[in-house]
């Protein structure tokens, strides 16, 4: 009898996600056409796919559908002045900046502080700028779990805040989810500043480390992949 093993997640070396971010980020403000502008969009729905992120690839690009049939369908759509300006600048918000940041949100679901650090060093990359990104990268899971914490203990004596609620009694709502994690982020991010300083982070002397950061096939396919693939849908459309 055969044990089940889980789907491997595909594994990317955090200089290869960087270079992902950057090309994206960079080519996402191009206004060539809408085709590229949807390849562009694609690539970090794959990426959350290859993260095992199925929800959040299915939220992301279904929402980059509709403000993409918005932004080509924007001339036809007939709203009141204040509601179409609404519209077409949300469509083009999304179209032009959540590539971005979702693949900024994958990087950080599939990237560890430590692949960070290893990353940066082998870059030759300041401590001015490695000790703030190691810390952020342990900042954001941890906010969410103590939100999530802050949740639990909330339904726990009875106390359940939903969206209707939230918009019935936004005052109460605050009180009862924003003040604790308040309180919450500010007493992590000294946490963690502390600890990424007791770990001799700021040490100017070369550091060793547990985590092996290099270039495999994957990153190769990956580079590959997204230069064929953004390059081939440009000409196609410019040409045809």
Do not use: C
């Not at 971005?100 to 990359?125: G, P, W």
């Not at 500010?186 to 300083?197: R, V």
Request: glycine share 4%; net charge positive.
């Amino acid at each position: 009898m055969e044990l089940y093993t889980p789907k491997k997640k595909l594994k990317l070396d955090p200089r290869t996600k960087l270079f992902l971010i950057v090309v994206i980020a960079t080519l996402e403000l191009l206004n060539v056409n809408i085709y590229f502008t949807l390849a562009i969009g694609f690539i970090p729905f794959l990426l959350f796919l290859s993260n095992r992120q199925y929800l959040g690839a299915i939220k992301y690009y279904g929402l980059f559908l509709i403000a993409a049939f918005l932004h080509v369908h924007r001339v036809g759509i007939e709203l009141n002045m204040f509601f179409n300006m609404i519209v077409v600048l949300l469509g083009g918000l999304i179209l032009k900046l959540s590539p971005a940041f979702t693949t900024s949100d994958y990087i950080i679901e599939s990237t560890s502080a430590s692949e960070v650090i290893a990353a940066m060093t082998k870059l030759k990359i300041s401590r001015k700028i490695t000790i703030p990104l190691s810390v952020m990268f342990r900042f954001l899971p941890t906010i969410r779990q103590e939100n999530r914490a802050i949740h639990d203990a909330a339904a726990m004596r009875g106390i359940t805040i939903t969206r209707l609620k939230f918009w019935k009694n936004p005052l109460r709502a605050f009180e009862y989810r924003m003040i604790p994690l308040m309180i919450t982020i500010a007493n992590t991010g000294e946490d963690l500043s502390a600890a990424a300083l007791s770990r001799g982070l700021d040490n100017p002397r070369e550091h060793t480390t547990y985590t092996d950061v290099r270039f495999t096939k994957r990153d190769l396919f990956a580079f590959l992949f997204v230069s064929l693939f953004l390059a081939s849908v440009y000409f196609l459309t410019e040409w045809l």
